[in-house]
């Protein structure tokens, strides 16, 4: 167990729908990242937030948004979805803002999009 | 070209084998990852590196900085090591290969 948890672990809607995932890092963990694993790209980066702040963008489609409160839970907005986005999101957490950190991943959201 | 690439994609071994899998890259990095995707999904990060060897159990992982490659070994292999093995190097953002399956029989 990472300490990282991810709600819900798995989502079924359908095109056009909007969703949100949630991400709770570790104790003590101020570094928030998301990231999609699709059958066909892999794992990529989406997004990065660091003590309520985004720190880094990766290949996050402007449907997509996402967030970090004072309690240092993030969540990942997914709007407009389609069929390509159905994905497994992870997220993950580390101590750092910047610079090489280890970082701890939560289960993971499946999405499936109809 | 990928900046991150693994090889071989699809490994089989038996029990007690000694495993290589491979990485190199293309990118400046200050560290590189190696993690653990077992077949219901969730990710362990293995080792981090940023320069020489480090061992944790029966898995050893190296980097040589200067040919930009990295290896993961695993030691006398057992069926529980079957799992995805994936790559990630720190450039400005964590980028991953396409991972390494490993299958091993007893």
């Known amino acids: 167990d990472s300490g990282v948890t991810q709600t819900p672990k798995h989502l079924i809607t359908a095109t056009g729908q909007r969703v949100t995932l949630r991400c709770s890092p570790r104790?003590?963990?101020?570094?928030v990242y998301w990231y999609q694993q699709s059958l066909d790209q892999g794992l990529q980066f989406l997004i990065q937030?660091?003590?309520?702040?985004?720190?880094a963008k990766g290949n996050i489609l402007e449907r997509f948004s996402a967030q970090q409160f004072p309690d240092l839970h993030s969540e990942l907005n997914l709007s407009s979805l389609e069929l390509g986005d159905s994905a497994l999101y992870f997220c993950?957490?580390?101590?750092?803002?910047?610079?090489?950190?280890?970082?701890?991943f939560g289960p993971g959201t499946r999405l499936t999009v109809l | 070209k990928n900046e991150v690439e693994q090889s071989p994609q699809n490994l089989t071994a038996q029990e007690g084998e000694f495993i290589t899998i491979n990485c190199s890259y293309s990118?400046?990095?200050?560290?590189l990852h190696w993690l653990q995707q077992h077949p219901g999904g969730g990710i362990v990060s293995l080792f981090m590196?940023?320069?020489g060897k480090k061992k944790h159990g029966r898995l050893i992982a190296t980097i040589n900085i200067q040919e930009k490659h990295s290896s993961l070994h695993i030691t006398a292999s057992h069926p529980r090591d079957s799992a995805v093995y994936i790559c990630?190097?720190?450039?400005?953002?964590?980028?991953f290969g396409s991972g390494t399956q490993l299958t091993v029989l007893p």
């Open positions: 993950a957490s580390s101590e750092l803002a910047g610079g090489p950190s280890e970082q701890f």
């Open positions: 104790s003590g963990d101020l570094s």
């Open positions: 937030y660091y003590n309520g702040e985004e720190r």
């Open positions: 990118v400046g990095i200050s560290a």
């Open positions: 590196l940023s320069s």
């Open positions: 990630a190097v720190n450039a400005r953002q964590l980028t």
